[in-house]
C-alpha cells in the first residue's frame, strides 16, 4: 500500500475512534458499564493518532501544518478526562 493511503486511512481513523470514544464517554456519564469501552476505544485512537503524527512528521510535513491525528488524539484523550473527573468527583465524597 502506498504512504498517503495509510496515511489518510490512519488520520480518519483516529479521528472515528476518538469521536465514537468521547460519545461513549458521555453515555458513560449516566450508565457507568460503558465507561469501560470508552477508555478502550480511546486507547486505540491515541495509538492511531500518535501513528499518524508520526508519519507526518517522516514523510508530510511540509504539506500538511496539522494532521489529522492531532484532533483524534484531541478525541482519544476527552474519556480519560471524564473518567478522572468522576474519580476525583466521587472520592471526594
Known amino acids: 500500500m502506498k504512504t498517503n493511503l495509510i496515511y489518510v486511512f490512519i488520520g480518519y481513523a483516529s479521528i472515528f475512534f476518538g469521536f465514537i470514544g468521547s460519545l ?9 458499564k460503558y465507561m469501560f469501552y470508552s477508555i478502550a476505544l480511546a486507547i486505540i485512537g491515541f495509538i492511531l493518532g500518535s501513528i499518524n503524527v508520526f508519519i507526518n512528521t517522516k514523510y508530510f510535513s511540509e504539506q500538511e501544518k496539522y494532521p489529522k491525528g492531532y484532533f483524534g488524539i ?18 471526594s465524597n
Open 24 to 32: 461513549t464517554a458521555f453515555i458513560g456519564l449516566t450508565q457507568i
Open 74 to 91: 484531541l478525541l482519544s484523550s476527552l474519556p480519560v478526562i471524564i473518567l478522572m473527573v468522576i474519580i476525583f468527583k466521587f472520592k
